[in-house]
């Protein structure tokens, strides 16, 4: 939300700010009511939807937390990362549910802490889909350059996280990137290659001996 004057009415929770551009705090039980009521207004106006994809911790301001400096905030600075996103699931995953039981609410991971990680994905509703990058933290070095975004993975740290998971009983899905890293793969022009079927291979028989099911 960028700061301008069509904001000034909303000047008690807007407080993280980024270039520019303010996150609305969600601690105001008003800010998640609207979450909620604003998923339910789309998801009554598009009955076929298949449902919503979240990711809360990315280069996108959408919480206090969001960038890790919910400092400037009175409320959010003195709650854990993981109670405040975790609210944020509750209220998107109660508006899509009010108006369709059966569409999908997928809640990626990406750019949590492990501390939040093994907090929140056993409090998440059992009805939805947790999302984790197969290979986050693959230490890989390709042509002299050291990454840890590519290579098929799992990885332990993938593997931890399905066990977060289990603990609370929600389904979960993995993301894999099949012939490229994930950057190239969002911007598939710019793929010399198309996506690997041997990767995916490798991938599907690495994470099959951990007693995974596949859907």
Not at 92 to 112: C, F
Not at 182 to 206: A, F, M, V
Request: charged fraction near 25%; hydrophobic fraction near 30%; aromatic fraction near 8%.
């Amino acid at each position: 939300m960028r700061g301008s004057r069509r904001n000034r009415g909303r000047s008690g929770i807007l407080y993280v700010e980024s270039r520019g551009l303010y996150a609305m705090c969600t601690t105001p039980p008003p800010v998640r009511d609207w979450i909620s009521e604003t998923l339910a207004h789309v998801f009554r106006a598009v009955p076929d939807l298949g449902g919503v994809f979240s990711i809360t911790m990315s280069e996108n301001l959408t919480n206090c937390h969001s960038h890790f400096h919910a400092e400037t905030c009175p409320r959010c600075s003195k709650r854990r990362n993981w109670e405040v996103v975790g609210e944020v699931m509750e209220a998107i995953h109660r508006g899509v549910r009010r108006s369709n039981p059966r569409a999908e609410v997928i809640i990626w991971d990406w750019g949590w802490p492990e501390e939040m990680s093994r907090e929140l994905i056993p409090r998440l509703p059992k009805d939805t889909r947790q999302l984790s990058a197969s290979e986050w933290s693959t230490p890989i070095e390709r042509g002299g350059v050291k990454t840890q975004v590519d290579g098929p993975g799992p990885t332990g740290w993938h593997m931890t996280i399905t066990l977060c998971s289990g603990q609370g009983h929600a389904p979960r899905c993995s993301r894999c990137s099949a012939g490229g890293t994930y950057r190239r793969l969002k911007r598939i022009s710019t793929c010399p290659t198309p996506p690997c079927g041997s990767r995916h291979h490798r991938w599907r028989w690495r994470l099959l001996p951990r007693c995974c099911r596949f859907d």
